[in-house]
C-alpha cells in the first residue's frame, strides 16, 4: 500500500555501495568476475548510482585491488554513474587511467579517527585532499564526500554536530559537489541525525548537497533515514543485501540495505527508480557467492 | 547521546510480549522454569508491563500449555503488571483462577483473518469477545485488546484505515481500555501509520487508547514506531531479543526488538524505565537456551 507521509521529499536518489563498501569488509576476496556481473545486475534493476570500487592501496584494501580490472571489464551504461573511492593523488592517477568521471574521498569528521585511518589530525586531512579535488576537478570529474564518524566516534563518544557541519562545509569549499554523512558506527539515532543536518544548514549549506550513510549496527538506519528525509535530504547511501560492516564496530550488521530503504520508499510513495524484486533477486544471487545469507530483512523474507 | 526530536512524547510505556508472542512461536517448548526466570529477568530490567503467556487452548498453542503453573511459580512484583492473552470465556475462568489483574483480547481487523484465526465473520468476533469483555470488567480486570492485521492481511492485501478505526473503535465501546495496532504480517511503512492512527483518532479515539505492535519482517518497525510516536502513541510493543515471528508471513523475523527500541528512546531522550544492559543480558542468555543467536541488532552488538 503506498501511502505518503506529510512533508517528505518526492524522489530519493540512492546512492549504491555494495560493491565497494560492502565488498571491501568481506573478509574473503570476490572475483573480478562475479563484482563485475554484480554491477550489472544492480544497474539491471534500476540503480544509477553504483560506486564500484576504490584505489585505495591494495595493502590496506587487498580485497578491491582488481579496481583498475574491474572497471576495464565493467560495461559501464549510459545514465548509470559510476562513482570510486579514491585516497590519494596515486589513486586519482589510477582512476583518471580507468576513465572514471565521480571519484569520493573519504574525510574523518574526528581528531582521532583522522589520526588512525589517515595518519593525519583533522586539519591536514584537507591538506591533503586538496590537491587531489583541485586536479580532479580540473579534468573535469565531480568529487564526493564521506564525512566519517559523524555521529558518534569508538574512541571519542558522540560527535559535535557543529564539528560535523564545520567539516562539511570545508569540503564543499574545496570543490566536493556533496557529502555523505557517515554513521560509521551506527550509534545515531533520528533526533541526532535531524541535529546533524540542522547545523550543516545553519553553516550556510543547502540541503541538497547532504547525502546520509547510516549502518544498521544498532538496528537505527531506517528511522534514522526518516528524519533525514523529513529534513529535506534526498540521497541515501545503501547497500545491496545489507553487505558491508564496519571494522570498527563490533557486530556482524552493517550497512543499511538497499531493499529495506526501497521497501519504505515504495511504501511511501516516493520515486526512486529500482525493481525491488530485482534488487531481491541480485543480492541472493551475490550472498550464494558469499556462502551466508543477506543480513536484510526484505531479503530474507522475499527470498523464501 | 540523547538528542530529543520535535514533536516525540517524553515518556513511553513499553509493553513486552517476548513472554508470550515471542515463545508461542517456538517450535520447542520451552521449560517452564526457564519462563519464569525470563520474565523475572525482564522484571529485573525495569520493564513495568510483561504480558506473561496466554490461556488459548493447548491443542492450538503447545508452546504456552504451562500458563496455570507459569503463574503460579511466577513471584509477580509490585508495580510490575502481567497482563496475559485469553481467547474465550474458559480462557477468562483460568486466568481468574490464576488471579490475573489484566487480560488481552486477540481481535481480527479483516474478514479472512477473523474466520481463519477465530472461525469467526468479522462482526461475529465481537459477539464472541463481548461476554469476555463484560464478566472480566465485571471482576475488576482490565482488558486490552489486539487488533491485527491492522496493515495488511497475507489474503486480503492492504487494510483500509477506517475499517481498522471502527474494529478499534467497537472493542473500546466494549470495554477494552486500550487497543493495538498489530501489523502482523510487518508490510506497513511510516506513512501508513500514521494514516491508521490518523483513521483511529478522526473515529473519535483519544490517541492515549493506541498502542503499536510492529513486526520487523521488512525492517520496517523502529522507521513506522517513530512515525507513532510523532502521532502522539505512548505504548509500544516489543519483544525482548526480538523474540518471535509470525506464521503468516515466510520469514524468520519477527517482533521489534526490545532492544533496539529502548537504543531509539535513549537517543532520542524519551523516559521508558528499562535497563538496557540487563535486557541485552536477558536476551543473550534467553537465546543461549534457544540455541540460536538473537535477531535484534542490538543484542548482536552489544553482546560480543
Redesign the interface.
Known sequence: ?H????G?PERVTIYEVGARDGLQNEKNVVPVEVKVEFLDRLAGAGLAVLEATSFVHPKWVPQLADAADLLDRLDRRDGVDYPVLVPNERGLDRALDAGVQHIAIFASATETFARKNLNRTLDEQFAMFSPVVKRARGEGLRVRAYVSMA??DPWE??VAPAQVAAVGRRLIDMGCWQFSLGDTI???????A??VIDACVAAGLPVDVLAVHFH?????A??N???ALRRGVTTVDASAGGLGGCPY?????GNL?TE?LV??L????IAHGADLDKLVETSTWMAERLGRPSP???V??LA?
Do not use: I, K, N
Open positions: 500500500m501511502v505518503p507521509a506529510e517528505l555521529f558518534g563518544g558522540a551506527g550509534t545515531g539515532t533520528p533526533g541526532h535531524e541535529a544498521d549496527t544498532y538496528g537505527q531506517l528511522a533515514t526518516l528524519a564496530a563490533e557486530s556482524a550488521t540495505a529495506d521497501w519504505m515504495d511504501g511511501l510513495g536484510s530483512r526484505v530474507r523474507a523464501g
